[in-house]
DNA sequence: GTCTATAGCCAGATAGAC
DNA sequence: GTCTATCTGGCTATAGAC
């Protein structure tokens, strides 16, 4: 009828399928679930987005849009690598620690579903590494960083900066400390993965 | 009847159930889908393992199983830093090329259920981080590595053996690679990122 | 646009023959 | 122990009233 309501409605549900994907995945959420959350009938969601597959895609593109462009920070930018790895690692362990089950969902869907990852490559503003494979080069060749690809170096930013997330209930056992603790530890990260990485790379004057 | 028989088709089962619930998870995996694995029928499965509950928490708990006491490599061996962690990422890493789903799926099921992971640390021979605190904070005070707090290079140890292969669909649509050279990158992780760790802590002599 | 009621399907589990 | 047939429940999706 009036499209402010409208538009409101369809949001509140993206919103709610947006928390229980999330968290359940695909496979594993409800759409009675979804309908609670966001207040409504199960046959709305039907209404506005067709089917638990369509709704799905739309929460999960929207998340990994979310996530996506925050790596042209480290991959496009113009900063020099120690800056570019300060200052990322600080925005995406601080971004994450707000969203903690964002990578865990990207991740598993594509596992889940691994072709999906082209269609998110043919996005505007997808990231590549082109323009960082050509900077960690240079500097390799200047004698700045020690000899490494790009492709590994920016593996292990990428490991370092996620796993902490989605590895946190094994983690969690292993190092056999209670929630609080761990949240201390990946605020700690904002500033100590920086200096890991840099310390990996750097040579010494 | 034959008690070698039994012994057969139950194993049978638990090695079906273990390749489809690796892949598809406890929510993804059907048991038809285990039994036609299997070669067997349907009914068998209850008739062994009672419920898909039961028979999920056999497959998790072998697998776990499997790949824990590895930890103790680099938890309790008495070897120095350097070695533990030369050896540890080298066999690791092999190990999961050859097992590329299971570290996906002890992830994935524990972020399902986080409170499974109490079960598995009253197993005999869990792994636990004490000994490796007490290593590193002499080596730190000795001056032989960089100030460290042992949690945050465990953690960062277990990052850059175990996300390559769970983060696999990402990296590889970031990286812009084909599986083939993917599974090189892997490869060459087996020394990379030894290097990688011990360039992070080691102090220029 | 929003609801209730229900169709239709599929999966886990069991009964019962052999 | 192994099978076929079936029960039962839960889930996506839709029909149709308001």
Known sequence: ????????????????????????????????????????????LHYYYRSKQLLFEAVFKKAFLLLAPQLN??????????????????????????????????????????????????????????????QVAIKVA???????????LFINIMALNIFPFIGAPLLKGFINVNDKTYKQLLEERKTEVASFIINAIKIEQ
């Open 142 to 152: 200047e004698g700045i960083i020690r000899p490494i690809k790009a492709e590994q």
């Open 1 to 44: 009828m009036n499209k402010a309501k409208n538009t409101t409605t369809e949001s509140e549900i993206l919103n709610a399928a947006k928390r229980i994907f999330q968290r359940k995945g695909m496979v594993g959420a409800r759409m009675q679930e979804i309908a609670d959350e966001a207040g409504i009938n199960k046959a709305m």
């Open 73 to 134: 920070d480290i991959l496009n930018s113009d900063d020099s690598i120690c800056d570019k790895i300060k200052s990322f690692t600080h925005n995406y362990i601080s971004f994450v620690i707000k969203h903690p089950y964002l990578p865990n969902f990207i991740i598993q869907e594509l596992n889940r579903n691994p072709e999906f990852i082209k269609d998110l490559m043919s996005e505007r503003h997808f990231p590549t590494i082109e323009k960082f494979k050509k």
